[in-house]
């Protein structure tokens, strides 16, 4: 009888349960990264606000001392740039991606506007002066500043989404999939009962 009495081998640790506190670990770390995230696009749109409107006041001042169509456009254009910044920090508020797109578009093309003028100054120079040089040290530093705002806004961008597994695009609306697909099945159904 003491040999029909095994003793049943010793549980061993699920792993499955070591996995959910993985999950959890993970997901709170990906939630400290996603305010952290935040945190940081908040500071690049407040100060990309104060940046444009200090060339609000210059565009006005330079306007009020001699008005010219460039300084009405410049004027106009301080202003275009104020009200998507102000987008930017709606959308960011409102958690409203398309609001954070336009203002990554805009960005985008200050951006390429930018290296292009680089480029043009840098082709045109017949000599190399320590000014130009010292000019063009710093729109670079400001190309380079602008490019890291632009990745950390996008980055947000891409995780805005209310699905987990949602991906957002810049243009030609990325998320736009699922739609089609409940489109399509539903046109499907009514062929079918037809």
């Not at 939630?31 to 940046?51: E, F, P, Q």
């Not at 998507?84 to 578009?105: A, E, N």
């Not at 100054?121 to 380079?144: C, K, P, Y």
Request: hydrophobic fraction near 45%; proline fraction near 3%; charged fraction near 25%.
């Amino acid at each position: 009888m003491a040999a029909e009495k095994k003793k049943p081998p010793p549980k061993k640790k699920s792993p499955e349960k070591k996995k959910t506190g993985d999950k959890s670990k993970n997901k709170s770390e990906k939630d400290a990264l996603h305010s952290t995230l935040l945190k940081i696009c908040y500071i690049i749109a407040i100060s990309d606000l104060l940046h444009a409107l200090y060339f609000t006041v210059q565009a006005m001042m330079l306007m009020v001392k001699k008005f010219s169509v460039f300084a009405m456009l410049a004027v106009l254009g301080v202003i275009f740039w104020v009200i998507i910044v102000i987008m930017l920090l709606v959308g960011l508020c409102k958690r409203k991606p398309g609001l954070v797109r336009f203002w990554l578009i805009f960005s985008l093309a200050g951006f390429i506007t930018d290296i292009i003028f680089l480029l043009w100054g840098i082709a045109t120079s017949l000599t190399v002066d320590w000014d130009r040089l010292q000019e063009f040290s710093i729109i670079i530093l400001g190309i380079f500043i602008e490019s890291c705002c632009l990745f950390f806004i996008h980055r947000y961008y891409k995780v805005m989404g209310e699905k987990p597994k949602e991906k957002r695009t810049l243009c030609c609306g990325g998320g736009n999939n699922d739609k089609k697909n409940k489109n399509n099945k539903n046109s499907k159904k009514k062929k079918g009962k037809k």
